[in-house]
């Protein structure tokens, strides 16, 4: 009997493979089952683990302190700012695996919040009838919190699907689209997503009336940044302009809001609407990104990233 020598060495990989999946469907069974309250705790003895061994962690924190002191006004802890980045992923991978292995999973937190975006998007409606509204998170605390809001309301809103313009890369732990089918993703990093995404927006806002902007809906990456001249923290600023480009042509209003988490339990912040065809629209905004900053600095992903360094105000 002869000896598949070819097959033989395909073993090894196989093996690899079969280990790697079920070490990942035993991470993400252990994940789901974290109650919300050991997430911090978790995430800052991560966090402390890594920093022993991965100068880049310790520099990324050192980073988000520095940032935090220049905050007027602003408050925070230093074990909670360091270890942000490594709490965003694990919440996201908390309601990513219990969404999963459950099938569905109710956050009462959240959804408290969605009923409120909800019940304000309706007297927007009634108050200006037609008019669009982007509903706009300021990403803190986690992407899949801030879908799992967008979802909720969406169903609240009783609509059969709701656009998503987001720059967060899709299917980071599984396939994002089977656990929530009714969201719409207008744009990410991958290249075949780009093209007629103006046609696709305008044809969302014709449908629902109401759109979930994570991101600026145009030239976020590979193309230059088109900005707009704005004050924050008493010094000169730039912010992205495509949402009050788009915005103005829509007629649109912007909603703001944002998440924070403290203790086990999030929290929503509503910020007021915001006219996207007044020429104060860009300082609104940043007043708005301003006071979230201040109120929520230990905890947001903005502190310390890269866009808040990016521009020359004067350019």
């Known amino acids: 009997m002869s000896i598949d020598f070819t097959r033989l060495a395909l073993w090894p990989a196989l093996l690899r493979n079969f280990v790697s999946h079920r070490l990942f469907q035993l991470k993400g ?6 109650p919300l309250a050991a997430v911090a705790p978790v995430a800052a003895t991560a966090w402390h683990i890594r ?34 980045g490594v709490r965003e992923r694990l919440i996201d991978q908390r309601i990513y695996y219990g969404r999963l292995l459950r099938g569905s999973e109710a956050w009462p937190d959240l959804q408290a919040v969605a009923a ?6 309706r007297r927007l409606q009634a108050a200006s009838p037609g008019r669009p509204i982007f509903v706009s998170p300021f990403h803190y605390v986690s992407q899949y919190a801030n879908i799992y809001v967008i979802d909720e309301m969406r169903e609240l809103l009783g609509l059969a699907s709701i656009a998503v313009v987001s720059g967060v890369p899709r299917d980071m732990y599984g396939q994002d689209h089977a656990q929530i089918p009714g969201i719409q993703v207008l744009y990410t990093y991958d290249e075949d997503n780009r093209s007629g995404l103006g046609l696709r ?92 900053l201040i109120d929520n600095c230990q905890h947001s992903l903005v502190v310390g990233h890269p866009s808040m360094y990016a521009f020359a105000a004067s350019k």
Request: glycine residues 8%.
């Open 29 to 34: 069974a252990l994940i789901a089952l974290l």
């Open 51 to 84: 920093a022993l061994f991965d100068s880049s962690a310790r520099w990324r924190a050192a980073e988000r302190r520095e940032f935090a002191r220049g905050v007027g006004g602003a408050s925070f802890d230093r074990g909670s700012i360091a270890t942000a």
């Open 116 to 121: 409120e975006l909800a019940a304000q998007i």
């Open 201 to 292: 927006l305008a044809r969302a806002l014709k449908r629902s009336g109401v759109l979930f902007a994570d991101v600026p809906p145009f030239a976020l990456h590979r193309f230059p940044m088109e900005t707009v001249g704005v004050s924050m923290f008493g010094r000169a600023a730039r912010i992205h302009n495509g949402v009050f480009r788009v915005g103005a042509q829509f007629e649109a209003l912007l909603l703001p809001f944002y998440l924070a988490f403290e203790k086990g339990r999030f929290r929503g912040v509503l910020l007021p609407s915001i006219a996207l065809t007044q020429p104060s629209a860009p300082q609104q905004l940043s007043e708005y990104i301003e006071k979230a």
